[in-house]
């Protein structure tokens, strides 16, 4: 055998480690913000649930057709509907890092998402719930262009009046202060304590930390140092 195919057969093989990391948060939270800049940094692949159901649904896959129904009646897609999406999604994702946005939203679909994507660093962002409710609440559009406005950072010329067309703006239901507060209150009962179920975790080699704050770009120093060294650290 010639002597460059035997040096090349002596090579180890790599034995880099895929990451799987979450980041958790309450809905207008600033999850999207944080994600974005960590796909940036850190070359991750973000996959949202809601992108995914969203994805399923527009080409009308057996999955999406599933859950579209569940969807337009304004209720949960199941926990197996979305865990079978998920896993389909990180079948062909073998050696990139992995940020799951959206998923699990409960101590069960954690459980579930063990046995085939286990979790090594958890993003836990805890933004007080009376900041959320006034950034959404702030937010007026002109629907007919999509043009969107924040009375506390973006404000329209003339209040209350798109600036190109000068028509009245309008808050969709999604916004109002009472459609907020319900799915915070959701939230709460609901995933907040997939925040203590991680911390627990934490033996079993699954590295959590909390960030607490108002605005995401002053959070995001501390995720990404926390990151970084994570990734450092993991074998």
């Given at each position: 055998m010639p002597n460059n195919l035997r040096q090349v057969a002596a090579r180890p093989m790599s034995t880099k480690r895929v990451v799987r990391a979450i980041i958790l948060g309450a809905p207008g939270g600033g999850k999207g913000t944080i994600s974005s800049k960590l796909v940036n940094d850190f070359n991750f692949?973000?996959?949202?649930?809601?992108?995914?159901?969203?994805?399923?649904?527009?080409?009308?896959?057996?999955?999406?057709?599933?859950?579209?129904?569940?969807?337009?009646?304004?209720?949960?897609?199941?926990?197996?509907?979305?865990?079978?999406?998920?896993?389909?999604?990180?079948?062909?994702?073998?050696?990139?890092?992995?940020?799951?946005?959206?998923?699990?939203?409960?101590?069960?679909?954690?459980?579930?998402?063990?046995?085939?994507?286990?979790?090594?660093?958890?993003?836990?962002?805890?933004?007080?719930?009376?900041?959320?409710?006034?950034r959404i609440s702030s937010r007026w559009v002109h629907l007919p262009s999509g043009r969107t406005y924040n009375t506390e950072y973006k404000p329209s010329i003339v209040p209350g009046r798109d600036d190109v067309t000068g028509e009245k703006l309008q808050q969709r239901d999604d916004d109002k202060e009472e459609t907020v507060r319900a799915r915070l209150d959701a939230y709460e009962k609901m995933s907040r304590p997939l925040v203590e179920y991680y911390a627990a975790a934490q033996q079993d080699l699954v590295k959590l930390q909390?960030?607490?704050?108002?605005?995401?770009?002053?959070?995001?120093?501390?995720?990404?140092?926390?990151?970084?060294?994570?990734?450092?650290?993991l074998p």
């Open positions: 692949i973000h996959i949202s649930t809601g992108d995914l159901l969203r994805e399923h649904v527009a080409r009308c896959s057996d999955l999406g057709n599933q859950a579209k129904g569940f969807m337009t009646a304004g209720k949960f897609v199941p926990d197996a509907l979305v865990l079978n999406m998920l896993e389909e999604r990180l079948h062909g994702i073998k050696d990139r890092n992995v940020l799951l946005d959206g998923t699990p939203r409960n101590i069960t679909q954690a459980q579930s998402l063990k046995a085939f994507c286990p979790i090594d660093l958890v993003i836990a962002l805890d933004v007080p719930h009376d900041t959320i409710i006034r909390k960030f607490q704050g108002t605005e995401s770009d002053a959070i995001y120093p501390g995720v990404r140092e926390f990151v970084s060294k994570s990734l450092g650290d």
